[in-house]
């Protein structure tokens, strides 16, 4: 119920009476300057080909060539360093280009997406697509600046686009400050993501680690 909700209209009911109802809003923008459309939206629960059909659509009117999806994912990594980022695609001859930015390639089996879905028919429509997820701690709840900071940077290096950071990345700062702090007051957590960062440093990547799944679990962090 609670994953369901995500993709369902938001209402406000007020003594008895739906006050407001909004359906999920997808949106595009346009940046002329570095020739780019951006795209925000919610997974659809039903019919997806025409979904797909609106984007495709979309980028046939405009001439767009390749298509980059950008996500995360919950998953044992410390919060001290930059997130894990593992890519799918469309096509194979992709491959070398984003093993040279060091993304890593998905071995994934479960449930699939409506990126999924849109990475698996980019090529029949002409179009490259690349569906790119940092893996972000999972003990971390909410918005995560310093991860965001470094996603973005790393986004905007593969598509040769300026984005000012120095706001962002002192956010980041900060956050990871405070966050250090909060983590030494507890000592069980503290000694699991001191393991992280070792293995992190060892590009050792460790999807075990029981004691710390068992301490997410016991804070109702579930692991995506």
Request: a negative charge.
């Amino acid at each position: 119920m609670e994953v369901t909700a995500l993709f369902r209209p938001h209402c406000r009911i007020r003594e008895g009476l739906i006050r407001d109802f909004d359906f999920p809003e997808n949106l595009f923008f346009g940046d002329e300057r570095d020739d780019l459309i951006l795209f925000r939206g919610k997974e659809p629960n039903l019919r997806w080909e025409d979904y797909a059909d609106c984007i495709f659509t979309l980028c046939r009117e405009f001439g767009v060539e390749m298509i980059y999806f950008i996500g995360s994912v919950a998953g044992l990594v410390p919060h001290t360093r930059d997130p894990q980022m593992f890519c799918s695609l469309s096509d194979v001859k992709l491959k070398p280009r984003f093993d040279s930015y060091g993304v890593k390639f998905s071995d994934y089996e479960g449930p699939a997406s409506i990126v999924t879905f849109l990475t698996s028919r980019a090529k029949d429509r002409g179009i490259d697509m690349v569906s790119l997820v940092a893996t972000v701690p999972a003990y971390v709840q909410g918005n995560n600046p310093r991860c965001i900071e470094a996603v973005t940077r790393r986004i905007a290096g593969m598509l040769g686009v300026h984005v000012e950071l120095d706001d962002l990345r002192a956010m980041g700062e900060e956050f990871e400050k405070k966050l250090s702090e909060v983590v030494q007051e507890q000592p069980e957590l503290a000694e699991n993501i001191v393991k992280l960062e070792q293995d992190y440093d060892n590009e050792v990547f460790n999807t075990e680690m029981p004691d710390l799944k068992r301490w997410l679990h016991q804070k109702g962090i579930r692991l995506d």
